[in-house]
């Protein structure tokens, strides 16, 4: 089945220690996104991508980092985490720039 | 600025009809998206807007009034799975902005 891939489901890292999520795909859609998702709050886009062109929302903070080395896969990369970055961070797919989104089951962060 | 509102929570009966309103400000207007998210799962697509009207899928429909600057998802025949948080997001000069979203209890 076509699906979006999120791994880990959950991560735990320290105050301040890199981590990075990862996300993958096999629908082949051009667009990829990275949403932080607080508890009862809106997803907040931090980036997207369409095809390798790379685009990084006015407020998302610099600690904030993403790659897309190919179609198939896009990181995101945490430089030093804050508490305040603990949040379920989505990977989400479409064909064209904001058209119907598929989403991927989240990695839950948590910072000690 | 853009502001997009949608109640918090709401409670219905299973068997019942519910209605989730969303209201929204923003600069420009592409296309208005529901979605599903049970709680700690992913949201999941139920229907796109871009022109007025209503748009049936089984027993959800969502409706749009651009010149109100709104919109509702329909909910028929409520099942205990629908129990969920029903997300608006509005497409705006190349960005899409989510609502805080609904939560839907639904009881028995």
């Known amino acids: 089945d076509a699906m979006v891939i999120q791994n880990p489901r959950y991560q735990v890292t320290q105050f301040g220690k890199p981590v990075t999520l990862s996300c993958s795909q096999t629908?082949?859609?051009?667009?990829m996104y990275w949403y932080q998702q607080k508890s009862s709050q809106a997803p907040k886009l931090l980036f997207h991508?369409?095809?390798?062109?790379?685009?990084n929302e006015a407020d998302t903070p610099d600690n904030f980092q993403s790659r897309r080395p190919n179609t198939s896969f896009c990181f995101l990369d945490i430089r030093s985490p804050g508490l305040g970055d603990a949040a379920m961070y989505l990977c989400?797919?479409?064909?064209?720039?904001?058209?119907?989104?598929?989403f991927g089951p989240g990695t839950r962060l948590t910072v000690l | 600025g853009q502001n997009i509102d949608q109640p918090t929570e709401m409670t219905a009966t299973e068997g019942a009809i519910v209605q989730i309103n969303c209201t929204y400000q923003?600069?420009?207007?592409?296309?208005l998206f529901w979605y599903q998210q049970h709680a700690g799962e992913a949201p999941t697509f139920l229907s796109y807007?871009?022109?007025?009207g209503l748009e049936e899928k089984g027993r959800f429909s969502s409706f749009l009034s651009r010149s109100k600057g709104y919109s509702y998802l329909l909910l028929k025949e409520l099942q205990m799975k629908d129990s969920a948080s029903y997300l608006c997001a509005v497409k705006s000069q190349g960005n899409l902005i989510f609502g805080k979203g609904t939560k839907l209890s639904v009881k028995p």
């Open positions: 989400a797919t479409s064909r064209v720039t904001f058209s119907e989104q598929f």
């Open positions: 991508y369409y095809d390798k062109d790379f685009n």
């Open positions: 629908l082949n859609h051009n667009v």
């Open positions: 807007n871009v022109l007025d």
């Open positions: 923003t600069s420009g207007f592409n296309g």
